[in-house]
T-cell receptor
């Protein structure tokens, strides 16, 4: 079955460390997105990519980085520069304009 | 970045009651979407609306795209326990980007 897979489901990180969250899709979607979710704040866009080897910053890109070397994969790195990284991270993809997004099941990152 | 105003933020209802929630925006959107999120999972698309004034149903769910293109509402009729979750509205702007509301948390007392 086609879908989006995020891994790991839970991730613990020490302060000062970089960590990479995985997002893989087999839906043949061109566009992929990373959102951050905090309680009571909805979903905020971190980065998005409409095509391989191209990506744009979203509303809260500071302290994050991404790459899009393959159509299927859009990993997100949370760097030590991100001041408050503890959150639920969601990856999504879409086949095109007006099709809505398909979301992964999320990664909960906790900084300890 | 732009966000939508979604209300109410939370609802506590009895099983069998109807539910209504809405979203408003200062900007015009070409598409409105409604998602449901269950704990620890990603949002799942419930209804998509593509034309101003459009009224669309999906089982007990009904959503409308406001005529001004700046608002949308979602109704759930005869609520059941599995309706519990967080409901998000989303408006689609350029470059395939979605803007999300803050969510409505629905709790149902059996």
């Amino acid at each position: 079955d086609g879908g989006i897979t995020q891994s790991p489901k839970y991730l613990f990180r020490k302060e000062g460390q970089n960590v990479t969250l995985s997002c893989e899709q087999n839906l043949n979607h061109d566009a992929m997105y990373w959102y951050r979710q905090d309680p009571g704040q909805g979903l905020r866009l971190i980065y998005y990519s409409q095509i391989v080897n191209d990506f744009q910053k979203g509303d809260i890109a500071e302290g994050y980085s991404v790459s899009r070397e393959k159509k299927e994969s859009f990993p997100l790195t949370v760097t030590s520069a991100q001041k408050n990284p503890t959150a639920f991270y969601l990856c999504a993809s879409t086949k095109g304009f007006n099709y809505g997004y398909t979301f992964g099941s999320g990664t909960r990152l906790t900084v300890v | 970045g732009q966000q939508l105003n979604q209300s109410p933020q939370s609802m506590f209802i009895q099983e069998g009651e109807d539910v209504s929630m809405n979203c408003t925006s200062s900007s015009i959107f070409n598409t409105w979407l409604w998602y449901k999120q269950e704990p620890g999972e990603g949002p799942v698309l419930l209804i998509a609306l593509y034309k101003a004034g459009e009224l669309t149903s999906n089982g007990r769910l009904t959503a409308q795209f406001g005529i001004t293109r700046k608002d949308s509402f979602l109704n759930i009729s005869a609520s059941i326990p599995s309706d519990v979750g967080i409901y998000f509205c989303a408006g689609q702007e350029g470059a395939q980007k979605l803007v999300f509301g803050q969510g409505t948390r629905l709790t149902i007392n059996p």
